[in-house]
Every structure is written in C-alpha cells, then in structure tokens.
C-alpha cells in the first residue's frame, strides 16, 4: 500500500490525522469519452467513443471497480472495451500484475505493477494508485479513475456498439438517483470504509451508527419497491450492490461493521440475491480476490493477514422480489 511522489513510488499506510477519520483521495484522472470527442464541460481534453479503443484496469476484490465491471456487462460492452484484472494482494507495491487466481497480469504493456500505468500516463504523477482506471489506448493515457463518472460514460458514450436500450440513468430518473447515492455513497459505501480504518473509537462509532441507519432506510426502502428508483435496475442499485455483495464475507467482521449482516435483513437479503440473479452479474463477482484482498492487504487491520473460511453464502438461493408488479 502507498502512493505515488512526482512520479516515486513510497509505501505508506493511509493517514488518518488527529481525528482518526479515514478520508478518501479525490481521483485526480477526470476527463470523459463522448459520442463526438468534443471534451466534457471545463475540461480540455476530448475522448471520442471508439470500439477496441479503451481499456479498464480493475480489481475483483474493489467495490468501486466492480461497478465499472457490472456496467460493461450490462451495456454489453465486451467486445468493445478491454479488461485487465490486478492481483488481489495489494502489499508494498500496491496493486500488483502478478497472475494468479484469475488475474490477468496487464495485457497491454506487461507491466509489474499498476503505479507503472499512472506514471506511463503522467511521469510526475502524485496521488494514490487506486482501480478502476480507464485506459486510452490510443492517446497511451488515463482518461478516469473517478467509478461514478466512469459508469456514467459506460451508461451512454458506447451506444452505437452496446446495449442502447440499457439506460441505467434515465434523465427523468437522475434526480432521485443522485438523491439515494448521496445518501449511499458516504454512509454505506464508503461508510464501511470508514468504520474499518477508524482509528479512534469516536471516528468508528460516528461511522458505524451511519451506516446502520442508512441500511435500514434502505431496508424500509425495499419494502415498497422491488428496486430503489423506479421499477427497473437502475445506477443506485448497482452503486448499492457492490457494497452489499462484500458485506457478510468482509465488512461484517474486518471492518467491525457487526450489528447485523445483510441477511438478518429480510428486504435487503432479497433484494441482493435478486440483483446477483441478474443474467451476467455473477460472472462479475468473485469472492475468492474479495475475502483474499481484504483481509489479506490490510495489514494494519489484521495483522495475522488470516482470510476466514466462512461464512456460507448462497446467493442464488430464491429470492421474494417477484412479488412486485413486474415492469412493463
Ligand atoms: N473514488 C475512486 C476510489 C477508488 C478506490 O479507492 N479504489 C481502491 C480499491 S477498493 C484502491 O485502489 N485503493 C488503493 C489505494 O488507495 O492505495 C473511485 O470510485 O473510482
């Protein structure tokens, strides 16, 4: 684990500061793909959507990568954007090629380790090495590593290739949509995250007690509707799904998020297996680089680096979401 100084690899932990808090990095690469290649509003720099142009570096074990991974294949977008899978042990050296378990090791330019695609696109580059980081083979640079702005570009920009009638934030959807990922992303999202690497006991409280409190909006949430906006699947669910999907194996029990699981929750558990039964999204989920990763990598959380064997998890078990009205 480290980051990147002008262009110098140093491993270092992440700092909580004074408060304990864990703060997550603004992603610096924020450019975007569109249909003509103009750039995006304020930005200078123009991607145009081409097939077999772009390239994505993710991690299995990653919530926020993930995303970018059920968007590729809802959008049917594999034979149009390419796929590199890092190695789930992220250690001194950050996020690693090394190919093993299903890692891909990096197709394009063979290199050891993914801060060597941050520096390949900017030499002096400062900042941390994270996935998803979307590629331009063309122009050799990253145009993101931002997921959100990533799955929006996925959502839209490649519709002469993918699936055009996969719109996964329809316009008169995105209010609401935004509405429930502002309250997903901070206290669930990135709320476990801010449990687990708390490190004072008021930071980890102040965390926990949100996350709790978002799930069980969620929970209520559920109750009246088969999807969180509207009657189809939509970006909140899937923005939802990543952290819910890790939530049992990982979160629970590395991550002190142990007030209950998502199957002690009846409307969430149903509602994540039906997510996951969604044709293609199991192919996107592997629990062997999300337990190995976590668990693993952290050192500073579990020092033994033991990965837990359990717990039992059978999402494609039946799920009760038929029972509402089917969309038209
Ligand atoms: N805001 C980014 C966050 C990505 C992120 O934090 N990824 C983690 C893996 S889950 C990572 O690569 N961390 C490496 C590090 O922070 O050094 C996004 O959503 O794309």
Not at 206 to 211: C, G, I, P, Q, S
């Amino acid at each position: 684990m480290g980051r990147l100084v002008d262009g110098i690899w140093k491993d270092e932990w992440y700092d909580t500061g004074s408060d304990g808090k864990f703060k997550r990095s603004e992603s610096q690469f924020r450019d975007w793909i569109t249909v003509d290649g103009k750039p995006a509003e304020g930005r200078e720099r123009g991607f145009k959507a081409e097939p077999g142009r772009y390239h994505l570096y993710v991690s299995y074990a990653c919530p926020w990568a993930h995303r970018t991974l059920v968007y590729r294949k809802l959008k049917k977008l594999e034979d149009v954007i390419s796929v590199d899978v890092v190695h789930h042990f992220m250690g001194e050296n950050g996020w690693t090629f090394v190919e093993e378990d299903g890692a891909t090791g990096d197709t394009l330019y063979g290199s050891e380790f993914l801060h060597q695609i941050y520096t390949r696109a900017d030499p002096t580059y400062s900042g941390r090495v994270t996935v998803p980081v979307l590629w331009d083979k063309k122009e050799q640079t990253i145009v993101s590593n931002e997921s959100s702005e990533i799955i929006r570009m996925l959502n839209s920009a490649f519709d002469a290739w993918g699936d055009a009638s996969v719109d996964l934030s329809p316009a008169h959807l995105r209010r609401e949509i935004d509405a429930v990922n502002d309250r997903v992303y901070p206290a669930i999202n990135n709320g476990v995250y801010r449990a687990g690497f708390a490190t004072t006991q008021g930071a980890y409280e102040e965390a926990f007690d949100e996350l709790f409190d978002a799930l069980d909006d969620m929970e209520q949430r559920l109750a009246r509707s088969r999807y969180l906006v509207g009657d189809k699947t939509t970006e909140a669910d899937w923005r939802l799904f990543t952290t819910l999907i890790r939530f049992d194996a990982v979160y629970y029990s590395h991550f002190k998020c142990n007030l209950r699981q998502i199957r002690d929750y009846p409307n969430l558990s149903n509602y994540l297996r039906d997510l996951y039964q969604v044709p293609g999204i199991a192919s996107t989920v592997n629990m062997l680089h999300i337990k190995a990763h976590y668990y693993a990598s952290h050192e500073t959380v579990n020092p033994t680096r033991i990965v837990p064997k359990g717990p039992e998890l059978d999402f494609t078990a039946p799920h009760d979401r038929n029972r509402f009205r089917k969309a038209a």
